[in-house]
């Protein structure tokens, strides 16, 4: 499966589109009492890893139960709350793709 962020995707063309397909992932952050900064950003980046991982797996798990075989426009938002909660939402436009004939 293609993702991309643009709108389209160079030597192909689209020739359906599915629907808007959404990931969601919601991380605790794992936090530990720790006087180095180093080491609770490097935390804050892992779990944010993790749940980007988690969102894009399910944002292709609901283009494929369109039958899509691409995402295109696909934004990302990343969220840190007070409450150590990190949030991620990727959407994007679930499309069929073929390769153009030159």
């Known amino acids: 499966?293609?993702?991309?962020?643009t709108n389209s995707i160079e030597d192909f063309k689209i020739i359906a589109y599915c629907g808007i397909?959404?990931?969601?992932?919601?991380?605790?952050?794992?936090t530990t009492m720790t006087f180095s900064m180093q080491k609770y950003y490097?935390?804050?980046?892992?779990?944010?890893?993790?749940?980007k991982e988690q969102a894009?797996?399910?944002?292709?798990?609901?283009?494929?139960?369109?039958?899509?075989?691409?995402?295109?426009?696909?934004?990302?938002d990343i969220e840190l709350t007070e409450s150590n909660m990190i949030s991620v939402i990727i959407t994007g436009?679930?499309?069929?793709?073929?390769?153009?004939?030159?």
């Open 1 to 5: 499966m293609i993702l991309t962020t």
């Open 21 to 30: 397909v959404t990931g969601i992932a919601v991380n605790m952050q794992k």
């Open 42 to 51: 490097a935390t804050v980046s892992d779990s944010i890893s993790e749940a």
């Open 56 to 76: 894009f797996a399910q944002l292709k798990e609901n283009a494929e139960k369109l039958n899509a075989n691409a995402i295109v426009g696909i934004k990302v």
């Open 93 to 102: 436009t679930a499309v069929n793709i073929v390769k153009k004939i030159n």
